[in-house]
């Protein structure tokens, strides 16, 4: 399940309020999301939702609607959509049986489903050849996911070593990793204005220090509360794209 680790929620640091709740929650609770928002009755998500599982959550508490996250069947280092963050949690096999999967993502209206021992979503993902940013197979958990039972290991980025983001995450109930890191030279950023416009290239140019761009810069920006949210996520899509470990 990727995320962004140093984000706020209702003005609490995200792992702050993840170790107090003890669980990783669905946007239907938190109000927070680095995609759409629309989890409310009648939104998208909800719609969405609704269709996919046959109105089963329609009427249910917030609390019990399923999490998501995506099947890593890349084996990348960043997990398995790191469109929607530099951090991630990787889940313990158990989950599998909990679980349900689409392809693609539940926004496109897919009619293409599986479950842990009946899916062939992998190879459907695998022919369209998708960009890095897209064509991760959805993920979704349900149940309760208690970090201490259901989470093998947080995995961070290395631009969060020595910050309040890893002295969160060592109060954690689970065990913390560090992946290669997002690394992103701003003249790459100048070399490709068309990927999510001008304006934003220009914007990640001058959130970058000495060069470089980092998940951390970008979430030090985000929390300054002095950009447009949706700017900023173009800037990360520009990091996740072209500044991944495997590229």
Known sequence: MNFHPDR???GEPILRRMARDGAYLSQFVTGTSNGGLTAHP???RWRWESRMFG????????QQRPVY??????????GGAPRFGSA???????????????????????????VGDRCDLVRRALADQQPPLDGHVEAHVHGRVS??????????DPSHR???VAEAAAALPCPVEWHPGFRLPVEVLDANPE???????????????NGLLDPRMIGDAARSEEHDPQDLKKVWHYLAHFGAPER
């Not at 996250?69 to 960043?78: D, V, W």
């Not at 889940?91 to 496109?108: G, K, M, N, Q, W």
């Not at 970090?147 to 961070?156: E, H, P, Q, S």
């Not at 934003?200 to 970058?208: N, Q």
Request: aromatic letters at 8%; proline letters at 8%.
């Open 195 to 209: 990927f999510r416009g001008p304006e934003i290239a220009a914007l990640g140019r001058r959130l970058a220090e």
């Open 42 to 44: 009648g939104g998208d």
């Open 88 to 114: 991630h949690f990787r889940l313990a096999p158990e989950v599998l049986a909990r679980a349900t999967f689409c392809y693609p993502d539940s926004s496109t209206l897919p009619t293409a489903f599986g």
């Open 55 to 62: 109105a089963a959550y329609d009427a249910a508490p917030a």
């Open 69 to 78: 996250g995506a099947l890593n069947h890349l084996r990348r280092s960043t």
């Open 8 to 10: 706020l929620v209702a």
């Open 162 to 164: 020595g910050t309040p």
């Open 147 to 156: 970090l201490a039972r259901d989470v093998a290991a947080l995995v961070l």
